[in-house]
T-cell receptor, first 112, second 110 residues
Framework: KAGVTQTPRYLIKTRGQQVTLSCSPISGHRSVSWYQQTPGQGLQFLFEYFSETQRNKGNFPGRFSGRQFSNSRSEMNVSTLELGDSALYLC???????????FGPGTRLTVL | GDSVTQMEGPVTLSEEAFLTINCTYTATGYPSLFWYVQYPGEGLQLLLKATKADDKGSNKGFEATYRKETTSFHLEKGSVQVSDSAVYFCALYTGNQFYFGTGTSLTVIP
């Protein structure tokens, strides 16, 4: 069974640009969560989607948004990038929200 | 609010030493508790979990017991190997979302 895949694996952007990250969950998983991982803050929850609906949202500004498609694939978008957005963005999937989460390898975003 | 506090790192141990990584939590209700491990350049992998008080999760020689009276879920391993070098994250799930600790980096030297 294929694991969670995230594309691209690495991204370099400049301040003010926007970026879209993609996550394909494990087959049969309908819940997708996104996290931002930084050395100082650890993992911080961004949002969770289940059956194309945002179920929960963390404490991030409105520049961070996401969506989920009917095939459970998910995208997150960050607009007007700031230097502080440089981080590893992790996606995790589970069959349903209360189930164990399985993580992808992450997308490393660097904002210059 | 709900949160997880885990032992600050980094931790450096010699091969075959005993490992303890402390984790305590604050949560309302009855959360599920997890340990995840992150190897260099990879995402997080579930190491073990416990869903109710007094449950013991175990995997690959690692163990952790869900202690409701002390709100703790400490990770232990009797004899670490070089291949255990990684970052370990304690996490809780409240039924609403996951909360992760900041991670503890472990380096095992031969």
């Amino acid at each position: 069974k294929a694991g969670v895949t995230q594309t691209p694996r690495y991204l370099i952007k400049t301040r003010g640009q926007q970026v879209t990250l993609s996550c394909s969950p494990i087959s049969g998983h309908r819940s997708v969560s996104w996290y931002q991982q930084t050395p100082g803050q650890g993992l911080q929850f961004l949002f969770e989607y289940f059956s194309e609906t945002q179920r929960n949202k963390g404490n991030f500004p409105g520049r961070f948004s996401g969506r989920q498609f009917s095939n459970s694939r998910s995208e997150m978008n960050v607009s007007t990038l700031e230097l502080g957005d440089s981080a590893l963005y992790l996606c995790a999937s589970s069959r349903v929200p209360t189930d164990t989460q399985y993580f992808g390898p992450g997308t490393r975003l660097t904002v210059l | 609010g709900d949160s997880v506090t885990q032992m600050e790192g980094p931790v450096t141990l010699s091969e075959e030493a005993f490992l303890t990584i402390n984790c305590t939590y604050t949560a309302t209700g009855y959360p599920s508790l997890f340990w995840y491990v992150q190897y260099p350049g990879e995402g997080l992998q579930l190491l073990l979990k416990a869903t109710k008080a007094d449950d013991k999760g175990s995997n690959k020689g690692f163990e952790a017991t869900y202690r409701k009276e002390t709100t703790s879920f400490h990770l232990e391993k009797g004899s670490v190997q070089v291949s255990d070098s990684a970052v370990y994250f304690c996490a809780l799930y409240t039924g609403n979302q996951f909360y992760f600790g900041t991670g503890t980096s472990l380096t095992v030297i031969p």
